[in-house]
Structure formats: structure tokens, C-alpha cells
């Protein structure tokens, strides 16, 4: 069965620092792996997705996101955080096979004036 | 497009009471996937559907809870009778078949007392 972990329930960061939020996923082939950010009272919205190709992938409002299969990781980072960043952060893996859609526990992110 | 649509965004009710959820995905989209979002248990799948049919309702926590796609513009998410252990903000997402990337609604705050 398919699996994701995000081993950071909470971070707090600096305005201006660099950000780094964990996942790692168990699936048997090369999923599907996406970062979804949901701000208080809404929904989720999707940041970035990895397919194939480039294990580099970009996203909206400046996220980047790396695939590393040896790890099984996809890590989100962005190199200069701002105010508005704050929210909490789901990374989910989809089964190409089965269509299930699993998400992680979310990081909460904070960030700090 | 509008999105995924749910309806209403916010439910209370009274613990006995039955309550119905709804959700109209995106157009043209196959499959659809229903979502609970509590601070303990993070985001569960409940249910999806593929082409209107349910795939996997492993997740729907007991008989209480039932969910229909009656066709490819609506489904429902019920539960007769409601639990105060039962709120919960509900969500619904759709995405083309085998996605890959799922889009979600604003979600359904329901309360029940």
C-alpha cells in the first residue's frame, strides 16, 4: 500500500530565511507526488506535481520541489520565504495504477517577522 | 471553470440528524474523491469514485456514512444518523481519470451538537 510521511508536524522560519519541509513515500514504482498548500479555512490548493523527467519541478509562488528515488523523497523548498507562505503543507503520492490519492500528516509552517 | 463546488460550506446539526453533503466536480473530470480533515486524524479518504462508480470506500468510517455519484455532475456524501465525533470539515476533490493532479473544493464545515 502506498504511504506518505512528513516527519515535521511544525517549523518556524525567519522572513527571508530558506525552507525546506520534508516527505517521503513508500509505493512500489514511480508515483505520482505532489505538494498541496492549504491556508486557514480553505482548501487545498496544488503547488507542484513530479510525473517523469526533470526530478527538479517548479511550482507557483516561487516552490520548488526534487525527486530523489533512492530516497524516496520529494522535499519542497524555496530559497526566501515570505509572511504569506504560512500555511500547512500536504505532500500526497498517487497510485498510476489505482487512481488512490494518499496525502501526508501536512507541516504547519510558520514564519517569523 | 468554476472548480469543485460543495455544498453547503458550513452544516450544523443536531447529533441524530441526518445530513447530506454535496459536491459538483469539474467538467469533463472522471474521477471524484471525498475527504476528512480533522486536527487528529489529519486527511482521510473516505471514498472515490471512477467513472461514477465506487472504487475503494474502505475508508468510509462505518455504515452510518454512505456516498452516491448518481451521475458524472453530482455526488453525495451522507450520514444518517450524525455523531458529534462526525465533524469535521469534509472534503471533495475531482480530477480527469487517472489524474494525475486532483483539484478540491472549499470543503464542508459541519458541526454536529
Known amino acids: 500500500a502506498q504511504s506518505v510521511t512528513q516527519p515535521d508536524i511544525h517549523i518556524t522560519v525567519s522572513e527571508g530565511a530558506s525552507l525546506e519541509l520534508r516527505c517521503n513515500y513508500s509505493y512500489g514504482a514511480t508515483p505520482y507526488l505532489f505538494w498541496y498548500v492549504q491556508s486557514p479555512g480553505q482548501g487545498l490548493q496544488l503547488l507542484l506535481k513530479?510525473?517523469?523527467?526533470?526530478?527538479l519541478v517548479q511550482g507557483i509562488k516561487g516552490f520548488e520541489a526534487e525527486f530523489k528515488r533512492s530516497q524516496s523523497s520529494f522535499n519542497l523548498r524555496k530559497p526566501s520565504v515570505h509572511w504569506s507562505d504560512a500555511a500547512e503543507y500536504f505532500c500526497a503520492v498517487r497510485n498510476n495504477a489505482g487512481n488512490m490519492l494518499t496525502f501526508g500528516g501536512g507541516t504547519r509552517l510558520m514564519v517569523k517577522p | 471553470d468554476a472548480g469543485v463546488i460543495q455544498s453547503p460550506r458550513h452544516e450544523v446539526t443536531e447529533m441524530g440528524q441526518e445530513v447530506t453533503l454535496r459536491c459538483k466536480p469539474i467538467?469533463?473530470?472522471?474521477?471524484l474523491f471525498w475527504y476528512r480533515q480533522t486536527m487528529m486524524r489529519g486527511l482521510e479518504l473516505l471514498i472515490y469514485f471512477n467513472n461514477n462508480v465506487p472504487i475503494d470506500d474502505s475508508g468510509m468510517p462505518e455504515d452510518r456514512f454512505s456516498a452516491k455519484m448518481p451521475n458524472a455532475s453530482f455526488s453525495t456524501l451522507k450520514i444518517q444518523p450524525s455523531e458529534p465525533r462526525d465533524s469535521a470539515v469534509y472534503f471533495c476533490?475531482?480530477?480527469?481519470?487517472?489524474?494525475?493532479?486532483?483539484?478540491f473544493g472549499q470543503g464542508t464545515r459541519l458541526t454536529v451538537v
Open positions: 513530479y510525473f517523469s523527467g526533470d526530478t
Open positions: 467538467s469533463g473530470h472522471n474521477s
Open positions: 476533490a475531482s480530477s480527469p481519470l487517472r489524474g494525475p493532479e486532483a483539484f
